[in-house]
């Protein structure tokens, strides 16, 4: 089931080469990327304190997150992010090529 949403998270693509390509994301409270999957492993960098919701396969994650937190995904898996939080969640997306 989607997540609820009160608009789209707005990404801006920072710098890209033939191996990496790193988007910043900004959500409004609320906000959610829409259900998508990566086609590249990749590395998220929290840039805010906030809340964060992850849906995968039905089930729903949501925690607090710190800036500077960090972790890593897998390519190939379907799922939507939203910000669950009050104030504003940042993060940079960096994926992996090849």
């Given at each position: 089931m989607p997540f609820e949403s009160t608009?789209?998270?707005?990404?801006?693509?920072l710098a890209e080469d033939?191996?990496?390509?790193?988007?910043?994301w900004d959500f409004p409270p609320g906000a959610t990327t829409?259900?998508?999957e990566h086609g590249m492993d990749y590395a998220v960098v929290v840039l805010t304190d906030a809340v964060?919701?992850?849906e995968v396969d039905g089930e729903i994650a949501e925690r607090p997150v710190k800036a500077?937190?960090?972790y890593l995904r897998p390519k190939g898996v379907k799922h939507d992010v939203r910000n669950a939080?009050?104030?504003p969640l940042s993060f940079v997306e960096i994926e992996i090529k090849g």
């Amino acid at each position: 089931m989607p997540f609820e949403s009160t608009g789209a998270a707005v990404p801006t693509v920072l710098a890209e080469d033939d191996r990496m390509k790193a988007t910043r994301w900004d959500f409004p409270p609320g906000a959610t990327t829409g259900w998508h999957e990566h086609g590249m492993d990749y590395a998220v960098v929290v840039l805010t304190d906030a809340v964060m919701a992850y849906e995968v396969d039905g089930e729903i994650a949501e925690r607090p997150v710190k800036a500077g937190e960090t972790y890593l995904r897998p390519k190939g898996v379907k799922h939507d992010v939203r910000n669950a939080g009050d104030g504003p969640l940042s993060f940079v997306e960096i994926e992996i090529k090849g």
